[in-house]
Nanobody, 126 residues
């Protein structure tokens, strides 16, 4: 198992922004699809956004389109999730995941990913 580490969560008011980071110390993330998922209390984990190997394609859940942007910082071996116009319903623990299989597309399905980080809490409240 290669540990993924998320950071950047926090407390923000509605309409605010946060940027989450996902990095790995023993894996070149750019080779593999990376996805962000989130899980709110009492709810199932859901896919938010993903980026394919080498950043060729991206995918977003409808609930975050136009507000969230996923990107890669290859030099820092990091995948970023820029979250703007945050809403209270965005409150959740956010996880990054990868599956270590080169793919020019990416999925928002839980079962397609095997390696997960520990999560970072995002709370949107006034």
């Amino acid at each position: 198992q290669v540990p993924l580490v998320e950071s950047g969560g926090g407390l923000v008011q509605p309409g605010g922004s946060l940027r989450l980071s996902c990095t790995a110390s023993r894996l070149t993330l750019d080779y593999y699809p990376v996805a962000w998922f989130r899980q709110a209390p009492g709810k199932e984990r859901e896919g938010v956004s993903c980026v394919s190997s080498s950043g060729i394609s991206t995918n977003y859940d409808d609930s975050v389109k136009g507000r969230f942007t996923i990107s890669r910082d290859v030099a820092k071996n990091t995948v970023l999730l820029q979250m703007n116009s945050l809403k209270p319903e965005d409150t959740a623990v956010y996880y990054c995941a990868t599956n270590r299989r080169y793919n020019t597309t990416c999925s928002l399905h839980l079962d397609d990913y095997e390696q997960w980080g520990q999560g970072t809490q995002v709370t949107v409240t006034s």
